[in-house]
């Protein structure tokens, strides 16, 4: 059975909007937030509170497709339409028709697709490529991104017609660094979920101490990685010592990671001020999770002046 966890104040009006939206499938519903919140188990639950076993929920994860396959992907394609069309095949929309289908990244839609998914979402047709034929089809899009869609819409990387077709109703997902309060019984299910053998190991106040303390850039997704580690070496029935891996820390090139609130070590000037926006980059990025798009838009710059400055301050993410 599918369940969320938490009892923060946010998670809970998450839960709430959930509720609300059962029996309410004409309703299109777009779904934000950070990478590794649990954006595709949110459509789920969205789509089995429904409890028609019938209706379809069908999956596409837009950067998973190649550019040049993804509309016969989404719209389907006749045989014969291109040289490798050996045989008729029914697209994504066909597939959901009487359910939901679930658009993942939809920030990472090409534009001159936008165009053509607009027609369908309105006209709730489908035309197959290589035929004049349209099919009526009847479905729910719950689509999700963590990218900033203001921000791709501002510089036209994303239509506005089309996010207000997606968005008859916004889900935000809040971070796991704003919601602390829910870490506890998250490690609870974790721990659960995975041990194999023998009793269930308890944390102790310090390990407890340890994982609300971090920021998870990688949230939930990352919280469930480092307790199934935890649990594959400890050997005990009391988990005392965990050891998180940071993204930044993995990174190869070491000697340039920054810890949040420190400050210059070196004493010329130019060392100084690289130092510092070395300091202002990571904690952007950090900040939205690696999203580079989210960290220009915090900082203010173009991507040119982002990208040369990831370059010149010898940042990797």
């Known amino acids: 059975m599918l369940s969320l966890i938490g009892k923060s104040e946010g998670f809970r009006e998450v839960l709430r909007q959930i509720g609300l939206l059962k029996k309410q499938t004409h309703m299109n ?56 069309a050996k045989i008729a095949r029914p697209g994504k929309f066909e597939l959901a028709d009487g359910g939901d289908i679930f658009l993942d990244e939809i920030g990472d839609l090409p534009v001159e697709t936008q165009a053509k998914m607009l027609r369908v979402l309105q006209e709730r047709q489908i035309e197959r490529i290589g035929s004049n034929r349209m099919s009526q089809v009847k479905f729910r899009v719950i689509s999700a991104t963590n990218r900033p869609l203001g921000y791709l819409m501002n510089n036209g990387h994303f239509r506005d017609d089309l996010m207000f077709r997606l968005a008859d109703m916004v889900l935000w997902i809040p971070p796991l660094r ?38 998870w850039p990688g949230n939930v997704r990352q919280l469930e990685s480092t307790i199934k580690r935890t649990l594959i070496f400890n050997a005990g029935t009391v988990i005392d ?16 990671y920054v810890e949040p609130g420190s400050g210059p070590t070196s004493d010329t000037y130019e060392q100084q001020m690289e130092q510092y926006e070395r300091a202002l980059f990571i904690r952007a990025l950090q900040k939205h999770g690696g999203n580079k798009l989210a960290a220009i838009d915090e900082l203010k710059i173009s991507r040119a002046t982002f990208y040369r400055k990831m370059q010149q301050l010898k940042v990797h993410i």
């Open 29 to 84: 519903v777009l779904i934000l937030g950070e990478s590794g919140t649990g954006k595709e188990l949110v459509a789920r639950l969205l789509h089995h509170q429904e409890e028609d076993p019938e209706r379809p929920f069908v999956v596409v994860n837009m950067p998973a497709i190649p550019k040049s396959l993804l509309e016969s992907e989404l719209f389907g394609v006749e045989k014969g339409a291109y040289t490798d």
């Open 178 to 215: 704003s919601r602390l309060e829910d870490i506890p019984a998250l490690c609870e299910y974790f721990i659960q979920k995975y041990i194999r053998h023998g009793p269930k190991p308890t944390m102790t106040d310090n390990a407890l101490k340890k994982v609300v303390s971090y920021h």
């Open 241 to 256: 010592q965990i050891e998180i891996y940071d993204p930044l820390m993995l990174n190869p090139n070491q000697a340039h």
